[in-house]
């Protein structure tokens, strides 16, 4: 079966430093990578893609960017942080399925609270 | 562009029965999620809608109607632990098949 990881699960950073958000996938292979964020009581909010090793999407502009090194890992980076980056990071997945149905799963998430 | 609403926040009473609706605008719609998200956690996959019509699992069913834009999430005979947030997300094929989420509804069940 298929699993995700993320971490830290939680993170307090001061502003102007950098972050380093990892996520791994078990059990699949060639799997849609997605980071997500989502504000207190709000959406998510697509923040990356990638559909293979070194194809990154950008859905926003910001200071935050993206890498994929491997199949199975997905990075968010960033070298200064803003107050405005403080939130919940969700990493999900996808493959396409048979039925086209094509859904999401997501990763526990990393809580970051930039002071 | 995409634009998804559903309504913020659903009361309801344990034992009864609350429908979330979903609206939807996108130009090449590809299908529409339901995802459960309790507080503090990564959200859950519910449920699939790609034709009009009905798909039923167990408590849970969802709507969709693609000629309105509209889909509904209908929770029977609630529990304490339906209390969550609840996520409409659609996907676009004219978009590189990814999903939109709407802001979410927050259903607060009562004993």
């Known amino acids: 079966s298929q699993t995700i990881h993320q971490w830290p699960a939680t993170l307090v950073q001061p502003v102007g430093s950098p972050l380093s958000l990892e996520c791994t996938v078990e059990?699949?292979?060639?799997?849609?990578l997605y980071w997500y964020r989502q504000a207190a009581g709000r959406g998510l909010q697509l923040l990356f893609y990638?559909?293979?090793?070194?194809?990154i999407s950008s859905e926003v502009p910001q200071n935050l960017s993206a890498s994929r090194p491997q199949d199975r890992q997905f990075i968010l980076s960033s070298k200064k942080l803003l107050l405005s980056d403080s939130g919940f990071y969700l990493c999900?997945?996808?493959?396409?399925?048979?039925?086209?149905?094509?859904?999401?799963?997501f990763g526990p998430g990393t809580r970051l609270t930039v002071t | 562009g995409q634009n998804i609403d559903q309504p913020t926040e659903m009361t309801a009473t344990e034992g009864a029965i609350v429908q979330i609706n979903c609206t939807y605008q996108?130009?090449?719609?590809?299908?529409l999620f339901w995802y459960q998200q309790h507080a503090g956690e990564a959200p859950t996959f519910l449920s699939y809608?790609?034709?009009?019509g009905l798909e039923e699992k167990g408590r849970f069913s969802s709507f969709l109607s693609r000629s309105k834009g509209y889909s509904y999430l209908l929770l029977k005979e609630l529990q304490m632990k339906d209390s969550a947030s609840y996520l409409c997300?659609?996907?676009?094929?004219?978009?590189?098949?990814?999903?939109?989420f709407g802001g979410g509804t927050r259903v607060l069940v009562k004993p």
């Open positions: 999900a997945w996808s493959v396409m399925e048979w039925t086209g149905q094509y859904e999401q799963y």
């Open positions: 059990g699949t292979s060639n799997p849609n």
């Open positions: 990638s559909v293979g090793i070194g194809q």
């Open positions: 996108t130009s090449g719609f590809n299908g």
């Open positions: 809608n790609v034709l009009d």
């Open positions: 997300a659609v996907r676009d094929n004219a978009a590189g098949n990814k999903l939109t």
